[in-house]
């Protein structure tokens, strides 16, 4: 549902920047609670930007997208408001802020932005940003952002909006601003360099789950979140598995109470009209009362998803109740296929229990099984990439349909303040290709499997995407210039290269500098 507001001049006007698709965007719980929470300040009217669909990169050669980045209820270009406020959920969806900011005509550069005034007057948006992208290490896009939110908005956003709008009445100068901003905790600053403290909201049930949430009837199967509404159920992760952020850089682990979430299940079937409740967390199966929360769903006449379940989780009573909360596919993550392996990253279950959980679910009514695999984990063999062709023929034989297990399989991302952040050298220009070699081993030994879909086809693109997001996650201030200059050649496979010749700067060099211990950012 939107927020129609009476805007005034003297307010503040937020564009709040998914920067991907529509549809993705929809799927995002962050983008609703912050247009509701945003849009919550009397003196504040915040509306929602997206990313068109089939840009071309850099924007300045995209004649076809005149025009076609504006907020969604006003109208608004993006230069149009006070600020602009960038959600970034994933590394690589840097090329896309940036083809944002080139689309209006906004200079990339922090300090290009703050030389160019109009008199006293800031001639631009303030440029801000957040997401666990920026709370992982915000250093690469310091060159872009004027300021950084790390770790939870709920304690700091109203702060800074109020100090924004005093500076915004009172024509004080854009430092000064900056200054006291930088006072703020969570905030960072990139021009003053400031110590940072992530920002941690110790009750999730302070933050308000939005009653009004934008929903749509949808046909499309690449939008079907867009019909849901989303209940956050818990933040952060109990479990430390060693190459996951959310354990670390998201901790601690908080559940939001059973009475909360029960009154807004209430409230929202007032509000809105939809047929499923999405329900929101990296591991919402710790909750104590997740199958109460459930069967209060099911007790309503409405179906619910759930995210990745972690294994151990799954009991033949949770199995009943996806089954009549309409679950069609249940999605595991067992990462490795050998227990040896699965064991050192944090996940300590057997592949006996994993035949004994499938085989449930192959005698439920849900037919359908997603899962995650990672490959060059620390400590991995061939013999280990293997084991998962041998492990997924052996589910195979369980009985499944064509096409019903659907089988992801991602690269590894170091990520600094985790365990795993030295372990960066898979991404050494040599050492790329015996990454393409354990994605070619297997599809050859998948591809021929009825019951099994492959979710990854293009090994190049690929393993350069997880090259570029490692580069991000590690990255320090010098590699912002790196990542500009790779966005202004065209953000292709080939531009990285290019970049590195343009800007003097050795991806080799940098990633080595980490694995023997450099680590610019502490959260």
């Given at each position: 549902m939107m927020i129609l507001k009476d805007w005034k001049d003297e307010g503040t006007s937020f564009g709040l920047i998914y920067p991907n698709q529509f549809s993705i965007m929809q799927s995002s719980y962050t983008i609703r609670f912050l247009y509701n929470f945003i849009n919550s300040f009397d003196?504040?009217?915040?509306?929602?930007?997206?990313?068109?669909?089939?840009?071309?990169?850099?924007?300045?050669?995209?004649?076809?997208?005149?025009?076609?980045?504006?907020?969604?209820?006003?109208?608004?270009?993006?230069?149009?408001?006070?600020?602009?406020?960038?959600?970034?959920?994933?590394e690589n969806d840097f090329r896309n802020i940036l083809w944002i900011l080139e689309k209006a005509n906004i200079p990339l550069v922090n300090t290009t932005r703050m030389n160019l005034k109009e008199g006293k007057k800031y001639k631009y948006p303030l440029i801000i940003a957040g997401g666990p992208v920026v709370t992982s290490n915000p250093l690469p896009f310091s060159k872009i952002f004027d300021i950084m939110f790390v770790g939870d908005a709920e304690p700091n956003l109203g702060i800074f909006l109020s100090l924004y709008d005093k500076y915004k009445k009172d024509k004080s100068e854009?430092?000064?601003?900056?200054?006291?901003?930088?006072?703020?905790?969570?905030?960072?600053?990139?021009?003053?360099?400031?110590?940072?403290?992530?920002?941690?909201?110790?009750?999730?049930?302070?933050?308000?789950?939005?009653?009004?949430?934008?929903?749509?009837?949808?046909?499309?199967?690449?939008?079907?979140?867009?019909?849901?509404?989303?209940?956050?159920?818990?933040?952060?992760?109990?479990?430390?598995?060693?190459?996951?952020?959310?354990?670390?850089?998201?901790r601690p682990f908080r559940n939001r109470s059973y009475e909360n979430i029960s009154s807004c299940i209430e409230k929202s079937l007032k509000k809105a009209k939809f047929e499923k409740f999405s329900l929101i967390g990296s591991c919402v199966s710790s909750h104590p009362k997740f199958h109460e929360i459930c069967e209060t769903i099911i007790s309503k006449g409405k179906d619910f998803s759930v995210p990745s379940m972690r294994l151990d989780h799954i009991t033949p009573r949770l199995i009943n109740l996806f089954e009549r909360g309409g679950i069609k596919t249940i999605t595991i993550a067992p990462e490795a296929g050998t227990e040896r392996l699965r064991k050192s990253i944090g996940k300590n279950f057997s592949n006996k229990l994993l035949y004994q959980?499938?085989?449930?679910?192959?005698?439920?009514?849900?037919?359908?099984?997603?899962?995650?695999?990672?490959?060059?984990?620390?400590?991995?063999?061939?013999?280990?990439?293997?084991?998962?062709?041998?492990?997924?023929?052996?589910?195979?034989?369980?009985?499944?349909?064509?096409?019903?297990?659907?089988?992801?399989?991602?690269?590894?991302?170091?990520?600094?303040?985790?365990?795993?952040?030295?372990?960066?050298?898979?991404?050494?220009?040599?050492?790329?290709?015996?990454?393409?070699?354990?994605?070619?081993?297997?599809?050859?030994?998948?591809?021929?499997?009825?019951?099994?879909?492959?979710?990854f086809k293009n090994f190049n693109m690929l393993i350069k995407q997880a090259q570029l997001q490692t580069l991000i996650s590690l990255g320090d201030e010098k590699i912002s210039d790196l990542l500009i200059n790779y966005y202004e050649n065209g953000a292709n496979m080939g531009s990285l290269r290019r970049a590195e010749k343009e800007s003097g700067i050795s991806i080799d060099d940098y990633l080595i500098k980490v694995s023997l211990g450099y680590k610019p950012w502490l959260i």
């Open positions: 003196n504040v009217f915040c509306d929602r930007i997206h990313l068109p669909k089939k840009v071309k990169f850099p924007a300045i050669e995209d004649i076809k997208t005149m025009n076609c980045v504006k907020g969604l209820e006003t109208g608004f270009f993006p230069h149009q408001f006070d600020i602009l406020g960038f959600s970034i959920q994933f854009l430092i000064e601003f900056l200054t006291k901003c930088s006072e703020i905790e969570g905030l960072y600053v990139p021009i003053l360099k400031n110590k940072v403290k992530r920002a941690i909201l110790e009750n999730l049930d302070e933050s308000k789950i939005p009653d009004n949430q934008f929903i749509q009837q949808v046909s499309n199967k690449e939008e079907i979140f867009g019909s849901n509404f989303f209940i956050e159920v818990s933040r952060g992760c109990p479990y430390k598995c060693k190459f996951c952020i959310s354990s670390f850089h998201n959980i499938i085989d449930q679910v192959k005698k439920s009514k849900i037919k359908n099984i997603k899962f995650y695999f990672l490959i060059g984990l620390p400590g991995e063999t061939d013999a280990d990439v293997r084991e998962i062709i041998v492990l997924l023929k052996k589910i195979d034989k369980i009985g499944f349909q064509k096409h019903s297990l659907k089988v992801n399989v991602n690269p590894f991302i170091p990520k600094f303040n985790t365990p795993y952040e030295m372990q960066c050298t898979n991404y050494l220009r040599k050492n790329l290709p015996l990454l393409k070699e354990k994605f070619k081993i297997l599809e050859k030994g998948l591809k021929d499997i009825p019951s099994i879909k492959l979710k």
